[in-house]
């Protein structure tokens, strides 16, 4: 993973409303030939088997597996984890930070980027000041590979002042997560210019209007290379 974009990477996340869709293989399938390497689930909305085929389907096409957790709760973490070891994922990203977590995925060569801030609810909002989320970043990320950012459920302010004192403060890999679904959160991304993004609900319910999930990513891909 880069420190330093030479193009914003689309993490095309098989998630509407914060769960796995029921039909994430089928999606999958018909979207694998979409121009981007990464591709991601959380840990909700399907079985932990259903899962684990989902997880084999996209690395037997050779993709770079986004895992993302909602757990907060230590032991939970520790156990979502293990499955992104068990299942040979690429990331871990997302959840709450703990040290033993990032000891079981470095030891095992997963990358980690958990999140950061205060978090509550179904989708997951964010809380704090800037300053307390920058803080709490740079706390981490000594013992991560990575920090992830869900900048516009942010709660308390501005997402563009947040969004730039983060990319300011915080060592670069940041993957902002949720809710991307504008031109004119694009424009402020691709001003922005973090490692990553996820996508997921903007594409199943087609807000930029192109179509299918695959035809939405290489509409982004498109609008992010155009500059």
Request: a negative charge.
């Amino acid at each position: 993973m880069q420190t330093r974009p030479e193009m914003i990477e689309l993490i095309a996340m098989l998630t509407h409303n914060d769960k796995t869709v029921d039909n994430a293989r089928e999606v999958f399938a018909q979207s694998v030939d979409a121009p981007t390497q990464h591709w991601g689930f959380k840990d909700t909305g399907l079985s932990s088997p259903e899962l684990a085929l989902l997880a084999r389907d996209m690395k037997d096409a050779g993709k770079t597996v986004h895992f993302e957790s909602l757990e907060e709760e230590e032991s939970r973490c520790v156990a979502a984890a293990q499955f992104a070891i068990d299942n040979g994922l690429d990331f871990l990203i997302g959840m709450a930070f703990h040290p033993s977590v990032a000891t079981l995925l470095a030891e095992a060569k997963v990358g980690y980027l958990p999140t950061c801030g205060g978090r509550s609810g179904l989708p997951r909002m964010l809380h704090g000041s800037i300053e307390d989320i920058v803080g709490d970043a740079n706390r981490i990320r000594p013992q991560a590979d990575g920090v992830a950012l869900s900048l516009y459920r942010w709660t308390d302010g501005d997402p563009g002042l947040l969004g730039k004192a983060f990319i300011e403060e915080v060592k670069s890999p940041v993957v902002v997560t949720g809710s991307i679904n504008s031109t004119d959160r694009m424009d402020e991304i691709a001003h922005l210019s973090p490692w990553g993004i996820t996508v997921g609900s903007a594409l199943f319910d087609d807000v930029f209007g192109v179509g299918s999930f695959a035809a939405g990513l290489e509409w982004m891909r498109n609008y992010f290379d155009r500059g």
